[in-house]
């Protein structure tokens, strides 16, 4: 059975006949028999299709917690055996992949830190040679869509299994609004380039906080993508790690209905590239904005550096400065004079209004 979406790909069923959208969920982390238990029963009945717990956990800093390891495999097969529902955990190595199928786990999944490494990618898929085990590979940390696609022909080449693939989002520096940079982009041009893969989307480790959950899984149903992967706790504020991005099984049932599920569509002879080319654009504009909200955030700080040195908001030497690099970058990227001169203009314009903004706040003690 196959569903269109708007990107294009049908949706491979092979794991479990199911229709758009493919839900998983359950904990980031196995931390005990009783909570991945509880977890799984409590999911039970919110229509998911796979349980997913990490078993080994790969953290950015050491004595964080790193899972349980082997014996919690136990646990997620233990939870099959009640619920009835397919597992699935992340792996990193060959160790991991033996004991996963020693222990009988459905589904395997590559995390984002692993997708960067092909070593690990490569001894990943040679551990998997001649196995039917299904397996997710997520995106690597940054940007790289090339890595991305090599880690998923990797495993391709290796087994005939399913291989789907994960878009959690992009590692960026400094704080912003989401924990991952979704880059939507990116998962639609993979689509673009590997027309017969299913993408999942993980909005958990995209928004990292779950009042955002809801506008990126929105989004990623908007976008046609063929699931979700939303991890869930009992007491998530209670989790061992990723508590600010976990909800509870009522509240991942709740953010599912709440969800729109727009049907397949087709359109003319050639929609999926013109409609997936404007939706990539739509996704580079927004974070023009997001970089222009950034950049005039540290025209506010420059205003309040003015003010508290007694400076004018005006300096004609650094703005003659930006100018001139501007426009050289400009140039070299092919982009018009007249354009680049405008936009510079516009932007000047509003880093004044914010820096005046700034200046008259503190003024008046607002
Ligand atoms: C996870 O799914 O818990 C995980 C560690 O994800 P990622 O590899 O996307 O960071
Ligand atoms: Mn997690």
């Given at each position: 059975m196959v569903t269109n979406n708007p990107i294009g790909a049908p949706l491979d069923t092979s794991i479990t006949g199911v229709k758009r959208p493919f839900l998983i969920s359950g904990p980031c982390s196995a931390e005990s028999e009783q909570q991945v238990l509880d977890t799984a029963r409590a999911l039970q009945h919110t229509g998911i299709h796979l349980f997913r717990a990490g078993v080994w956990k790969p953290r950015t800093r050491p004595n964080a917690f790193e899972g349980i390891g082997e014996p919690a495999l136990q646990w997620l097969t233990a939870a099959r055996r009640e619920t009835g529902i397919p597992v699935a955990t992340e792996v990193a190595n060959t160790q991991h992949v033996e004991a996963c199928l020693k222990a009988g786990i459905d589904v395997l999944w590559i995390g984002a830190r692993t997708t960067v490494s092909p070593f690990a990618v490569q001894e990943i898929a040679t551990a998997l040679q001649g196995t039917n085990v299904p397996v997710f590979v997520k995106n690597p940390m940054h940007a790289d869509l090339p890595l991305w696609i090599g880690a998923i022909e990797r495993v391709r080449k290796a087994t005939d299994a399913p291989v789907w693939a994960i878009h959690r989002g992009f590692s960026r520096y400094g704080q912003q609004e989401y924990r991952n940079a979704p880059m939507w982009e990116i998962a639609i041009a993979l689509q673009m380039a590997m027309p017969d893969l299913n993408i999942i989307c993980d909005p958990s480790h995209i928004a990292g906080k779950r009042e955002l959950l809801e506008r990126v899984a929105q989004k990623a149903m908007d976008l046609g993508m063929h699931g979700l992967m939303m991890e869930s706790h009992c007491q998530p504020e209670a989790a061992m790690s990723d508590s600010d991005q976990q909800v509870t099984p009522a509240g991942f049932e709740a953010l599912i209905q709440g969800l729109t599920i727009r049907d397949a569509h087709t359109g003319p002879s050639d929609p999926a590239n013109l409609e997936a080319l404007r939706l990539q654009m739509d996704s580079i504009d927004e974070q023009v904005i997001e970089l222009l909200q950034t950049?005039?955030?540290?025209?506010?700080?420059?205003?309040?550096?003015?003010?508290?040195?007694?400076?004018?908001?005006?300096?004609?030497?650094?703005?003659?400065?930006?100018?001139?690099t501007r426009g050289a970058w400009a140039q070299a990227a092919g982009l018009g004079p007249e354009f680049i001169e405008t936009y510079l203009e516009q932007?000047?314009?509003?880093?004044?209004?914010?820096?005046n903004e700034e200046m008259s706040q503190k003024k008046y003690g607002k």
């Open positions: 950049r005039m955030n540290l025209a506010r700080e420059i205003g309040q550096y003015k003010k508290n040195h007694g400076m004018t908001i005006l300096q004609m030497q650094r703005w003659k400065e930006v100018f001139k932007v000047h314009k509003e880093s004044i209004r914010v820096q």
